[in-house]
């Protein structure tokens, strides 16, 4: 990532009000049943709801301190870095539930699944190729059909969808590391 991300993202989460909302992506909502006990931190709040010790990482302070306004809010504790990815080295085996929704870089899959303890979950949402139809981003910044069921395989695949309605399209993931025997 670049300083002018950064400087995008501050300057798009400087508002005062949650540009996607308070309330977790769906996706994870619905599928909370299988929780034990970047952004502005909607997703990181409801994971530190749910008994999880939660870290949330960002490139914009901005969100960061966003995400710890909404924590205070719900009166939960979140533990957060600002960090460029390029630059972060995830820890292997540190994390029992990883999430990651509306970002796209190919170059940390396999950092990811190193970073999930055996036993460990992964919810992945963002958007897919078909959203192109909808927006001007890069194809470079989305997926392609069936990608993230490729990049995961290794990982036991609990839920998988592909979804375009309503001006949005995106590929939804839950998956988990089996443990190692």
């Known amino acids: ?7 995008k993202w501050n300057h798009k989460y400087g508002v005062p009000e949650y540009i996607t909302g308070k309330e977790p992506v769906e996706w994870l909502k619905g599928h909370s ?3 034990k006990g970047k952004g502005e931190g909607r997703n990181a709040v409801f994971a ?7 870290l949330a990482v960002d490139i914009s302070a901005t969100g960061i301190e966003k995400a710890h306004a909404l924590a205070n809010e719900k009166g939960v504790t979140i533990e957060t870095y600002v960090v460029d990815l390029d630059n972060w080295e995830i820890k292997q085996n540190a994390f029992d539930l990883i999430l990651c ?4 870089d190919r170059r940390i899959f396999p950092a990811i699944k190193c970073a999930l303890k055996p036993g460990g979950l992964m919810f992945y949402e963002t958007f ?7 927006s001007s981003f890069k194809r470079e910044w989305v997926l392609e059909h069936n990608e993230l069921l490729d990049a995961f395989s290794e990982l036991r695949i609990l839920h998988y969808r592909e ?6 399209a995106f590929a ?6 089996e443990n190692e025997s």
Do not use: H, P, R, W
């Open 172 to 177: 939804s993931l839950i998956a988990l590391k």
């Open 1 to 7: 990532m670049s300083s002018q991300d950064k400087e």
């Open 163 to 168: 979804v375009d309605i309503n001006n949005k």
């Open 128 to 134: 897919t190729v078909d959203y192109l139809k909808y």
């Open 48 to 54: 530190a709801e749910k008994g999880y010790q939660t």
């Open 33 to 35: 049943g299988l929780l």
């Open 101 to 104: 929704f509306n970002f796209l």
